[in-house]
């Protein structure tokens, strides 16, 4: 079992930052390529960004390409996700997940554990 537990969300103005962070805890946290997803009112849960077990690869979506950076310290077993020039379209919660397989990455029924997620509220 890996546990997740994400913190940084809040309430921004349009243009503005924000930086996500997921804590793991349980298994070998290297051991688990990571995801960002986002799931906003009467909307299907989409993926944002992921990035592989060694941190050598990132994977965005088009959407937020050039706006938010995902990284990783497998030292602290956190992933994080800066989010920069904020859209009101971005308000969503924000789920965190791990997927053992390090592949599909872009894929949420690939990944084997999930956050309780942090609501992100950009306002226009």
């Known amino acids: 079992q890996v546990q997740l537990v994400e913190s940084g969300g809040g309430l921004v103005q349009a243009g503005g930052s924000l930086r996500l962070s997921c804590g793991a805890s349980g298994r070998t946290f290297s051991n688990y390529a990571m995801g960002w997803f986002r799931q906003a009112p009467g909307k299907e849960r989409e993926f944002v960004a992921a990035?592989?077990?060694?941190?050598?690869?990132?994977y965005y979506a088009d959407s937020v390409k050039g706006r938010f950076t995902i990284s990783r310290d497998n030292a602290k077993n956190t992933v994080y996700l800066q989010m920069n020039s904020l859209k009101p379209e971005d308000t969503a919660v924000y789920y965190c997940a791990a997927n053992q397989d390090n592949s599909w990455l872009a894929y949420s029924f690939r990944y084997n554990y999930w956050g309780q997620g942090t609501q992100v509220t950009v306002s226009a």
């Open positions: 990035i592989s077990r060694s941190g050598g690869s990132t």
